[in-house]
């Protein structure tokens, strides 16, 4: 896990307008343990991820002021556990295979002891993500997810392996991708896991051009910059996941998609403009580092930077 380790560490991107490490949704505080890697620097404001690697062991009965995913990884791990307005609170064993998840919303007590190694993902959303968002959905200004054992939901698996894989990366998709992701996992867990269930709003159409030309123009500005789902949303005057998928309506790609897009556009014409080197372009169109404009910039043309360069 050390490369896991150094990838974090060499992708720290600072920025005073990032919400504060010690002020984001965080387990490892209420558990005393340090994670094998994390988000703390990626920039993300309202979701963590923490990856554990654990030997046998267990939390310190707690209540959080987050919701909060366990997602195990490894198979046929029994876990005793607690949790409120579960078997009326008693201690339960549990056997949980890959994939195999717990729900633990804010406010409730929790309690759980494993007696060999684990390795888990846990995905941290803070209450302003999910409130934001019931108000937007589900016509509600506060919901109260239910605490949840051996749920197996292939969603919730795939976004937390999406997140890790990202940041073992090195961050390439950026704070827009994570975002997004941590946006959709948000509208799942309150779509399928929260106490009153309500009927969603429908939103059918796609961006109108008063909306879409000034989010066009605002990313080919800041396209060298990490732009965020949340900034975008507001330039078209709308929550991060009605935006999201109006955005892919009108232009059948997401906004991570395009800004990708985007990027490799801008990195062609200064390719072919040949005073810049290939890491300098890098890091003029957005990219985190070269190998990410080189992943994908041959994605989408089939061809190496370096080759579409040399004449």
């Not at 046929?76 to 056997?95: F, M, S």
């Amino acid at each position: 896990m050390s490369q896991s380790n150094a990838n974090e560490q060499a992708t720290s991107e600072s920025n005073p307008s990032d919400q504060s490490a010690d002020a984001l949704p965080k387990f490892a505080d209420k558990i005393q343990r340090s994670p094998s890697l994390t988000s703390y620097t990626a920039g993300w404001r309202t979701a963590t991820l923490e990856y554990y690697r654990q030997p046998a062991g267990e939390t310190p009965k707690l209540c959080l002021d987050h919701y909060a995913i366990a997602i195990c990884l490894n198979q046929g791990v029994e876990i005793e556990q607690q949790i409120a307005e579960i078997a009326k609170g008693r201690l339960q064993t549990d056997r949980y295979f890959q994939g195999g998840s717990t729900l633990i919303p804010m406010h409730h007590t929790y309690w759980g002891r494993w007696r060999q190694p684990v390795e888990s993902i846990m995905v941290n959303l803070s209450a302003d993500l999910l409130h934001r968002n019931a108000a937007e959905i589900l016509h509600r200004d506060r919901v109260e997810l239910l605490p949840r054992t051996l749920l197996h939901d292939p969603l919730i698996l795939q976004i937390a392996l999406a997140l890790k894989a990202d940041l073992e990366s090195g961050r390439p998709g950026g704070r827009l991708y994570a975002e997004t992701l941590t946006t959709a996992l948000a509208v799942h867990l309150l779509r399928n896991y929260a106490s009153q269930q309500q009927q969603s709003r429908q939103y059918t159409g796609g961006l109108s051009p008063t909306q879409i030309q000034p989010v066009l123009d605002y990313i080919t500005t800041y396209l060298d910059q990490q732009l965020s789902l949340e900034e975008l949303a507001e330039v078209a005057q709308l929550s991060p996941y009605h935006f999201c998928r109006s955005f892919k309506r009108s232009l059948g790609f997401t906004p991570h998609q395009y800004v990708i897009r985007q990027r490799v556009e801008r990195a062609k014409l200064l390719l072919r403009d040949g005073k810049m080197g290939i890491s300098e372009v890098a890091i003029a169109c957005g990219f985190t580092h070269q190998s990410h404009l080189n992943r994908h910039f041959k994605r989408l043309t089939g061809i190496t930077p370096k080759k579409f360069s040399t004449p």
